[in-house]
């Protein structure tokens, strides 16, 4: 089984600022990782994800993260944020290769962008 | 990317009767759907996978007789809230996944409100 623990529920940040949302995960199998955006009574939507090679993944608006096995971390950065990049983001696993893409997780991060 | 579409987005329904979520992958045959309910300000629980043809598996706590899917094409899966009740209340989003693919989509999600 596997489970993800992302270390903030709210993270306010003035806009133009950099942001990082953390995610850690657990699993006794290998996975694959995502992070994704929710934005009030939405679906998700995917900002990136990692599956193998280069543990720097870019995504849309701007949006990166770097896996990092030892830390079994998954941590989703910004370098300058935007008033509408004020949403809930989650981080989740699924095992890799096991084709079902069952997704499990975090309880997500409140990103607050503040003027 | 392909496009998974929910209806209906917001339902609001009387406490013991019954309400259908449909849930279509318009531009893509989905080898297995996924129905998720997320409570206010808490994460994405997964509730039940299904395959087209086939039974759908349930996670553990999950009323099958309550929580009815079907899955009928490759295309359409429903969900059915039987006898709902306000604890029933939340946010139900579905992802469609296919083999081809190394992520699964999301619908818009359905907001039921049982009064």
């Known amino acids: 089984a596997q489970s993800v623990t992302q270390l903030d529920s709210q993270v306010p940040v003035f806009e133009e600022a950099p942001v990082e949302l953390r995610c850690n995960y657990s699993?006794?199998?290998?996975?694959?990782l995502f992070w994704y955006v929710q934005y009030p009574n939405q679906g998700l939507q995917l900002l990136l994800k990692?599956?193998?090679?280069?543990?720097l993944v870019k995504g849309i608006n701007g949006f990166e993260a770097e896996f990092n096995k030892s830390q079994t971390s998954f941590h989703l950065r910004k370098p300058s944020v935007h008033i509408s990049d004020t949403a809930e983001y989650f981080c989740?696993?699924?095992?890799?290769?096991?084709?079902?893409?069952?997704?499990?997780f975090g309880k997500g991060t409140k990103l607050s962008v503040i003027p | 990317g392909a496009v998974v579409s929910q209806h209906p987005s917001r339902v609001i329904c009387k406490s013991g009767t019954s309400v259908k979520i449909e849930c279509r992958s318009l531009?893509?045959?989905?080898?297995?759907m996924f129905w998720y309910r997320q409570f206010p300000k808490q994460s994405l629980m997964l509730m039940a996978t299904?395959?087209?043809?086939?039974?759908?598996?349930?996670e553990q706590g999950v009323e099958k007789d309550k929580f009815l899917i079907n899955h009928a094409s490759l295309t359409l899966s429903t969900l059915t809230v039987t006898s709902a009740h306000p604890e029933d209340s939340s946010f139900y989003i579905c992802?469609?996944?296919?083999?081809?693919?190394?992520?699964?989509?999301f619908g818009q999600g359905t907001r039921l409100t049982v009064v």
């Open positions: 992802s469609a996944y296919r083999d081809v693919e190394t992520e699964a989509f």
């Open positions: 699993s006794s199998v290998s996975v694959y």
């Open positions: 990692y599956l193998s090679g280069s543990t």
């Open positions: 989740a696993v699924t095992p890799a290769g096991a084709g079902s893409y069952q997704l499990t």
């Open positions: 531009d893509f045959q989905a080898t297995t």
């Open positions: 299904s395959n087209e043809g086939s039974k759908a598996t349930y």
